[in-house]
């Protein structure tokens, strides 16, 4: 689990072939995980796209998108065995519920 963490959220600095034309065919939810690890070097460009890319901060924000989607794809067993599963309540409190008793 730790390892998972801490690879989703490492700032990526890949070169990127064509970064402007990569941003727009991104997923916008990981995206806007890109941009919460990256805010340092973007602070100040909002979602100008183009801005970044003539200041050469873009490539660090697409790249760590697709380290994100990379990571998910990864892990997307764990993710659904411990996250997406129908068989574990949402909370521990009725964890009773799904044991039944046997006579």
């Known amino acids: 689990?730790?390892?998972?963490?801490?690879?989703?959220?490492?700032?990526?600095?890949?070169?990127?072939?064509?970064p402007l034309k990569v941003v727009k065919e991104l997923n916008?939810?990981?995206?806007?995980?890109?941009?919460?690890?990256?805010?340092?070097?973007?602070?100040?460009?909002?979602?100008?796209?183009?801005?970044?890319?003539d200041h050469l901060v873009l490539n660090d924000l697409v790249a760590t998108a697709l380290n994100?989607?990379?990571v998910l794809l990864e892990y997307k067993e764990f993710i659904q065995t411990f996250f997406t599963t129908l068989n574990i309540p949402a909370s521990v409190?009725?964890?009773?519920?799904?044991?039944?008793?046997?006579h």
């Open 1 to 18: 689990m730790y390892i998972f963490i801490q690879r989703i959220s490492e700032k990526s600095t890949t070169i990127i072939d064509y």
């Open 68 to 70: 994100i989607y990379n």
């Open 93 to 102: 409190a009725f964890f009773q519920v799904l044991f039944v008793e046997v």
């Open 28 to 53: 916008e939810d990981i995206l806007n995980l890109a941009h919460q690890i990256c805010n340092n070097s973007i602070k100040g460009f909002g979602k100008d796209y183009k801005k970044m890319h």
